[in-house]
């Protein structure tokens, strides 16, 4: 059994939002986003649709909803309709368990208005390329990510 996540990698002006989590004894700057959960019914951004029988479910867009829901849990804003897809993983967490891990794009064209509660997401930060490449608090598999962005943007 996997576990699927959904990432976004924000931009604004060439510097790109990372939110400070707490793992164990460490800090570090991870990307925005979370797990897919199972359907919920107040998700009423996923178009629930039933099969010929009426009793399978397929869900549209999963991983982008997921991206959409988690981003507005953590940090209240909405993102943009376009959003692109970047890159993927394959990791095992702390707990053993096998992680695929979905990273998406998006350009913003305004500075977002950011609300964080600090229960869920201590603070935030918005980083350049080269500041998030030099950080000890960055995974890195972020840093291998970015290093290739260039070539793709």
Same mark, same amino acid.
């Given at each position: ?7 976004? /990698?924000?931009? $604004? =002006? #060439?510097?790109? =939002? /990372? ?5 164990? @004894? &460490? ?5 925005? #986003? ?18 010929? @029988? #009426?009793?399978?479910?397929? $869900?549209?867009? *999963? =991983? ?10 953590? /940090? %209240?804003?909405? =993102? ?22 979905? *990273?998406?794009?998006? &350009? ?7 609300? *964080?509660? #600090? ?24 840093? %291998?990510? /970015?290093? *290739? ?5």
């Amino acid at each position: 059994m996997f576990i699927c996540k959904s990432r976004i /990698l924000l931009e $604004y =002006l #060439g510097k790109f =939002l /990372l939110l400070e989590r707490q793992f164990g @004894d &460490k800090t570090m700057f991870i990307l925005p #986003g979370g797990k897919v959960e199972p359907f919920d019914e107040t998700q009423s951004e996923i178009i629930r649709q039933l099969n010929d @029988d #009426g009793q399978e479910r397929n $869900y549209d867009d *999963v =991983l982008l909803n997921t991206i959409r829901r988690e981003v507005y849990e953590e /940090l %209240k804003i909405n =993102l943009p309709p376009i959003v692109d897809y970047f890159c993927s993983s394959f990791f095992i967490n702390t707990q053993e368990e096998q992680v695929i891990d979905i *990273v998406f794009y998006a &350009k913003l064209t305004t500075r977002p208005e950011i609300i *964080v509660d #600090g229960t869920e997401v201590k603070s935030f930060i918005w980083m350049d390329q080269k500041e998030i490449l030099i950080s000890n608090r960055v995974h890195d598999w972020l840093k %291998k990510a /970015l290093r *290739v962005f260039d070539k793709i943007d």
